[in-house]
Structure formats: structure tokens, C-alpha cells
């Protein structure tokens, strides 16, 4: 079906596909090659997130969520329209409880979201191998998360040995994962 000017960015890109909203990951520069230009900006990750999403590369300004072992807030998060935006969420580490699967990651994909960054765990791998955003995370747990509604929005986080805050930029691919106060590429 063919779309009028309007409902396409300057790249051409579809802006009514969520798949779309999300810079492609070919459009997407190396995380090495932003480290080396921007060494004064680029805060690297530790090495231990691994990728669980159908995408491996994607990058985005950051919404950050602070919670333990409860993604009810996640879930209202993910309701809103992503615009290509990354969620990151301090999960303070647990692997107890998965705070993400595959019933949010398709929520993610139909809003609009590039990419998850779960300081914790995740669930559905299989499912969320087939569903086109990243989805870094720290490992598994089959057991699902609490939903109390407990946790908090729109703060800055420090895990992984890296800050991230609110509007940050998040660049993941391959290589891990790094934040800069504004956007790189």
C-alpha cells in the first residue's frame, strides 16, 4: 500500500510500521567506532548484558525505570508511544524474576520502542528472538515478575559500571552496550 510523504521520515522509512520507528540497524554505527570518536562521551557498559531480541543493534534516547523483581511499571511504560526511544530498566541485578518477555516485547514493537535494557532478567527467550527490537539483558529466569506497580520513572540509574539518565543516548550492538549525554551518530 503506498503512503503519502507524511508518513514517511527522510530516510524513507515507513513512520506508521513500529518496525520502522527504530533507526535500521545497517543505518547504525559501530559502538567501537563511537567509542573512538567520542571517547570523552561514550560511557562503556560492563561486558554483561547479552542480546535476547531478533535485533541485535539498536540505539535510541533513554526512559529509565528503577524496580525490583515487579514490572507492572515496565508494562505502563511500554504503553506509550517509543518513537524509536530505549528502555532501560535497573532491575538492581536480581535474576529471580524475569521482568520482561515476550507479551512485552511484542507491546514494545507495536508502540514503537527500539530497544530493552534490562538490568536483570528475562523470559520467552524464543519469543523474543522472533520479535524486531533488542532486548539486552544480564541472563533468564523462568518465574514472572510481581505486579504491585512498584518502582520509579524518569530517574537516573547507575549499573553495569555506567550512569544513565532520563533523554540519555543508548547505543547497543554486538560489541555491548554504551551511553552519551546526547546523540552520537
Known amino acids: 500500500m503506498p503512503y503519502s510523504r507524511s508518513d514517511t521520515d527522510a530516510r524513507g522509512h515507513d513512520r506508521t510500521n513500529p518496525e520502522d520507528l527504530a533507526m535500521p540497524a545497517a ?25 535476547f531480541g531478533a535485533r541485535s543493534a539498536f540505539a535510541g534516547p533513554a526512559v529509565t525505570v528503577q524496580c525490583l523483581e515487579d514490572n507492572a511499571l515496565i508494562a ?27 507479551n512485552l516485547g511484542a507491546r514494545a514493537l507495536a508502540n514503537g520502542w527500539s530497544g530493552v535494557v534490562i538490568y536483570g532478567a528475562v523470559r520467552d527467550v524464543e519469543e523474543l528472538e522472533r520479535i524486531a ?11 514472572r515478575p510481581h505486579k504491585r506497580g512498584a518502582g520509579q520513572r524518569d530517574v ?30
Open 27 to 51: 543505518d547504525l554505527p559501530s559502538i567501537c567506532d563511537l567509542c573512538d570518536a567520542y571517547p570523552d562521551e561514550a560511557r562503556v557498559a560492563d561486558g554483561v548484558f547479552r542480546s
Open 76 to 102: 505502563t511504560v511500554l504503553e506509550d508511544a517509543g518513537a524509536g526511544r530505549v528502555l532501560a530498566v535497573d532491575g538492581g541485578g536480581s535474576l529471580r524474576r524475569a521482568l520482561f518477555g515476550g
Open 133 to 143: 527490537i533488542g532486548v539486552f539483558a544480564l541472563g533468564v529466569c523462568p518465574l
Open 156 to 185: 537516573p540509574l547507575r549499573f553495569a559500571g555506567i550512569e544513565i539518565a532520563p533523554g540519555d543516548w543508548i547505543y547497543a550492538d554486538r560489541n555491548g552496550l554504551i551511553a552519551a549525554p546526547r546523540a552520537l551518530a
